[in-house]
């Protein structure tokens, strides 16, 4: 008998047995039966499965788990952009955003030429001015003593330059250049026949009309007083509907005067003091210190550079201007033409203090004022950014290969410009000697940065402030660069 007879062990199917006379050989091991068989459900049968109640309260669930996830993503986004702290946009006014540029039409003069040749010459480089991002001319030394707008009984000669005036200001409201008519040392009193503030208000009253924006009074000047002020800014108010005029006034005293800052727009300042003697590196560096510790905010400071700078700290100050809260006002000094054909080879000098042709030097400054224009005018941290004096140390060679010890080198100078998650870091080095920042400088700012600009505009790509190397009389712009580790 088999093994498996009868055996419903593995491998035989449910009730299969041997039949008697069958052969063992030829009985099947596995009996098909009829399994279930899948196939899909019909459209009928999906509408009557789906609309049963466990698939009604899958999907409602399933529906508002959906929305519960979204609102909560939602009200989640909302207040993360509510509580971030932002920026204040500062709304700045058209002096706040302008650079002024200082002109005086008898530096444009020919040479053996009339007064007019001076105005003519100026309305021709207006385009100049304006590719420089200039918005407002300070024109200067247009009265004298003898030359006073403030007379009631005019001469041929004030009739002549009121009308070259007005030529100057059609062509500079073409350009969108302001005027603002610099009056500092002019005899405002007018006649003795007629009242003052009758005489002052009719000519005030009279280059407003003609499109003047604004003027300039020194605060040394005789007529200069707050009483002047209230009144003078009583009659800019009604010329200030379309678009506002402003005053200012000119800080030349070493003491400076009483000043009500509601009644002033701008305080022309200067960096250095208004000394006769000639100011050392020292003396030059105390100054900018003073100026970067000590903040008004209640003005608004146009910086001028002075009395007349050291060719080596030209470029310096002029970083210096641009990037200083505040409005800059450049002194015009004969480099403002950009097309004019400078034929080096012919100066008498052949090479100016610095040691490099003067064409090349002429160059390189306007160069520097360009970009430093086009810097101001697009980052919203150098035009109206927070202000953040640093205190830096820094080691000059001299004192590496010195046996002795020498004093410690005056600290280069710097401060921070930022707005927003920008950071802007400017340095500068007054002295004579090579100076390399200490890697102590300020830990808690960014280590790296791209250069925006220098005095030699010869820096260019990404830096280690840590280092950095300032050469002689050196100014530098870093754009700070937050780094992720």
Known sequence: ??????????????????????????????????????????????????????????????????????????AGSVTVV??????????????????FYQVQPSRFMVKDADESSGFRALCEQLADFKALSAGALILQGVFGDTLSPFRPT??????????????????????????????????????ADEPYNRSTSHALQ???????????????????SEETLLEWRSLLKKFSDEEERILVVRQTGRIRSPLNATL?????RSILPSSPQHLSASDVRDAIETHLQTREEDIWIGWTAGRKVPQELEKLLLVLMMTLPGSPAVQYNGDIDQTQSIDISSSSHGMNETGSPPGKARRSSLALLTSLSNSRSREEALLFGSF????????????????????????????????????????????PEL?????????????????????EMDRLGSTTLNELHLRPYEAVIIKLLETRS
């Open 1 to 74: 008998m088999p093994l498996n007879a009868g055996d419903g062990g593995y491998g035989a199917a449910p009730g299969a047995r041997l039949v008697a006379g069958e052969d063992s050989e030829s009985a099947p091991l596995l009996v098909a039966r009829d399994p279930y068989q899948w196939k899909p459900l019909t459209s009928e049968e999906l509408e009557v499965a789906a609309g049963g109640p466990g698939w009604k309260k899958m999907r409602c669930y399933l529906i508002a788990v959906f929305w519960f996830v979204w609102l909560a993503m939602l």
């Open 82 to 99: 509510v509580m971030t702290p932002r920026p204040v946009v500062t709304s700045l006014t058209w002096w706040q955003k302008s650079l």
């Open 154 to 191: 005019p001469t041929d000669k004030f009739r002549a330059s009121v009308a070259q005036i007005q030529h100057l200001l059609t062509d500079s409201n073409k350009l969108g250049l302001k005027v603002v008519l610099d009056i500092c040392d002019v005899n405002v009193t007018g006649d």
């Open 206 to 224: 009279f280059w407003l009309e003609q499109g003047v924006a604004g003027f300039a009074i020194c605060d040394t000047d005789a007529a200069y």
């Open 264 to 268: 002033v727009d701008v305080v022309m």
């Open 388 to 431: 953040f004096s640093l205190s830096f140390s820094s080691l000059s060679n001299s004192s590496f290969n010195s046996s002795s010890s020498p004093p410690p080198p005056p600290p280069i100078l710097a401060f921070l410009r930022s707005w927003s998650c920008v950071q802007f870091a400017v340095l500068l080095n007054v002295g």
């Open 435 to 455: 100076r390399a920042v200490d890697p102590a400088w300020a830990s808690s700012l960014p280590d790296t940065g791209m250069f925006v600009a220098s005095t």
